[in-house]
C-alpha cells in the first residue's frame, strides 16, 4: 500500500475558507438554509464549515444537523460486510428550508442518492445542493455533481482517497492511497 | 459487534450477550426513526414477511405489523382461526405453501413451547419467535430489557422482580435469561401454587411476600394471571389473590424508595395493578409499548440483513 499527498494542511485550510465564502455568497444570513452533513464521514467536514461560519465570518444561527443514510442505501443485503448505522440528529424540520448536504468524497452518488430519500423524512426542502471537499471525476453511478467542491481529483476504482481531520486523526490533510 | 450470531430469533437463551446489546444500539436508531416527522425507511421493500399467529395476540401481533411496515417490508398476516389449519393441515405444510409464495421470514406464535425451534429446523425462512406456549417470548423481554435501560440508565446491576403467574408465562421465563444474562439479579413473587419447582436452578430467588419482594426491587413486572391457561384452580378467588400480590398506590407509597413499574399487558385492572399504579408516574407501561415497535425494527433489521 502506498499513498500520496493530495491536499496538505494548509490547501485544506485555504479550501474550507473559500468553500465557507461561497456558502455565504449564494445563502447570506442563512436565515432559510441549514448544513447537513453526511454521517459518518461528512460529519467532521460539516462541523469545520459550520465552526468557520461562525467564528470566522460572524454568521449566528447555522442550524446544522447529521444525517445518517444506513436505513435508505440500495446495498442493503448486497454488500459482504453487515451496514453499521450512526446518529441521525436533526433537531429541525427541513420544510421550506434551502438544505446543503456536506460529505468528504463524492464518488458514486449513491450516499447523495440515499440521503435525498432520507432527507424527505423531515419535510420538503425547498432546494438541496451538496459541497464536497474530494470530488473523485469520471466514477459517478448517477447523474449526480457537486455545487461547491474542494478539489477535483482523476482517482482510479483501486485507488481509494482517505480524508483525514485534526479532531480524529491529528491532522488536516488528504491522501490518495493504492491498494497493491 | 455488527452482525447476529444467530439467523432466527427463537428465543434469548440462544442469544449471546452481544447479540443483545446490538439489538439495543440498533433499535436507538429506530426510535429517533420512529420519532420524526415520516416514521418510514426503505430498507426492507425486497423482503416479505408473514405473520402467522396460531394464538390470540392484539399488541404483539400490531407491534410486529407495525415495525415491519415502517421498514417498509411486505407483510402478509393470518391467524389461525380463518385458516386452512382447521381442516387439519401440519404445521410445516402451511408454512411451506406460504414460503412457496416467495416468502423471506415468518413470525409466528404458537401454543406448542418449540414450535418456532420445530418450524426452524424445517423450512427455510428466517424464524421469529412471537411466543410459543409457555416457554419464551424473546422480542417482549428484549424491550423489556430496554425500558429498563432507557429509564435506569443499565440493566446491569439492577434488581428485578416479576410478579404474578410464573408457571404460565413465558414473558417469566425469557425475562429471567435475558435480565440474568446482561448481569441483573432476577426474582420472582406469586402465589405458590403458580411459581415453577425448578425455577430456583435458574438461579432465581422466590418470594412469596409481595411487600418484600418489593422493597428489595428497582423494578417490578407485574404479569396478568392466564385465566386462559388455568384448567385447575391455582387459588382460592381472584379477590385473595389482590390482597396478596395486587400492586396498589397504598404499598407503593409505603415503600421508602421509588420503583420502575413494569406490564407486558393486557392489563386486569383491579387484579395484579391497580389504575392508579398502572396510570401512576412511575409506570412505563405505554414506554414498553413504544420500544416495542423500535426493538422489534431491530430484531426484523438484523435477522433480515443475514438473508442472502
Known amino acids: 500500500m502506498s499513498q500520496k499527498v493530495l491536499l ?55 442550524r446544522l444537523g447529521f444525517l445518517d443514510i444506513t436505513f435508505f442505501r440500495d446495498d442493503f443485503r448486497r454488500g459482504d460486510k453487515p451496514l453499521e448505522a450512526n446518529k441521525t440528529q436533526i433537531d429541525f424540520l427541513v420544510e421550506d428550508q ?83 | 459487534m455488527s452482525e447476529l450470531s444467530v439467523n432466527h430469533l427463537l428465543g434469548i437463551k440462544y442469544l449471546k450477550e452481544e447479540d443483545i446489546q446490538l439489538i439495543f444500539e440498533t433499535a436507538d436508531h429506530f426510535k429517533e426513526v420512529i420519532n420524526r416527522p415520516i416514521k418510514k425507511v426503505p430498507s426492507l421493500r425486497d423482503i416479505t414477511i408473514a405473520n402467522i399467529f396460531f394464538e390470540n395476540s392484539t399488541r404483539t401481533k ?27 393441515e401440519t404445521l410445516i405444510d402451511t408454512v411451506n405453501n406460504i414460503l412457496a409464495m416467495k416468502v423471506d421470514m415468518v413470525v409466528m406464535r404458537h401454543s406448542h413451547p418449540g414450535a418456532a425451534y420445530f418450524l426452524s429446523q424445517h423450512v427455510k425462512a428466517s424464524i421469529v419467535n412471537a411466543g410459543d406456549g409457555a416457554h419464551e417470548h424473546p422480542t417482549q423481554a428484549l424491550l423489556d430489557s430496554y425500558s429498563i435501560r432507557e429509564r435506569l440508565g443499565d440493566v446491569a446491576g439492577k434488581k428485578v422482580v416479576i410478579v404474578g403467574d410464573i408457571l404460565h408465562s413465558r414473558v417469566a421465563l425469557s425475562n429471567i435469561f435475558a435480565l440474568q444474562m446482561q448481569g441483573a439479579e432476577v ?20 418470594e412469596s411476600n409481595l411487600r418484600q419482594a418489593l422493597e428489595w426491587c428497582d423494578v417490578a413486572n407485574m404479569l396478568r394471571i392466564q385465566n386462559e391457561r388455568l ?16 400492586l396498589t398506590q397504598e404499598l407503593l407509597n409505603s415503600l421508602n424508595k421509588e420503583i420502575v413499574i413494569m406490564h407486558p399487558g393486557p392489563i386486569n385492572r383491579g387484579v395484579e395493578i391497580t389504575s392508579e399504579v398502572a396510570d401512576g408516574p412511575h409506570s412505563v407501561i405505554l414506554d414498553q409499548v413504544e420500544n416495542g415497535v423500535a426493538v422489534r425494527m431491530a430484531v426484523i433489521y438484523l435477522l433480515a440483513s443475514k438473508i442472502k
Request: proline content about 3%.
Open chain 1, 8 to 62: 496538505n494542511s494548509k490547501e485544506v485550510h485555504i479550501i474550507l475558507h473559500r468553500l465557507a465564502c461561497q456558502l455565504i455568497e449564494k445563502h447570506l444570513d442563512f436565515s432559510s438554509t441549514v448544513l447537513i452533513g453526511l454521517q459518518p464521514r461528512g460529519k467532521y467536514l460539516a462541523e469545520r464549515i459550520a465552526q468557520l461560519l461562525r467564528d470566522e465570518y460572524q454568521v449566528n444561527d447555522i
Open chain 1, 98 to 180: 434551502k438544505v446543503v448536504f456536506i460529505d468528504d468524497v463524492l464518488y458514486t452518488g449513491r450516499s447523495i442518492n440515499a440521503a435525498l430519500t432520507a432527507i424527505q423524512s423531515f419535510g420538503r426542502p425547498s432546494e438541496v445542493e451538496l459541497l464536497t471537499l474530494i470530488d473523485r471525476r469520471f466514477s459517478r453511478h448517477l447523474p449526480i455533481q457537486p455545487d461547491y467542491r474542494g478539489r477535483q481529483v482523476d482517482a482510479i476504482n483501486q485507488e481509494k482517497v482517505k480524508v483525514c481531520w485534526m479532531e480524529n486523526e491529528g491532522e488536516d490533510a488528504v491522501y490518495l492511497v493504492t491498494q497493491h
Open chain 2, 62 to 88: 400490531l407491534s410486529f405489523e407495525l415495525a415491519q411496515k415502517r421498514l417498509s417490508a411486505d407483510v402478509i398476516s393470518f391467524s389461525a382461526a380463518q385458516s386452512s389449519v382447521k381442516k387439519g
Open chain 2, 187 to 206: 426474582r420472582v413473587c406469586g402465589p405458590k401454587t403458580l411459581i415453577p419447582k425448578y425455577v430456583e436452578s435458574l438461579g432465581v430467588k422466590v
Open chain 2, 231 to 246: 384448567d385447575v384452580t391455582y387459588f382460592p378467588s381472584t379477590r385473595e389473590y389482590v390482597q396478596q400480590f395486587g
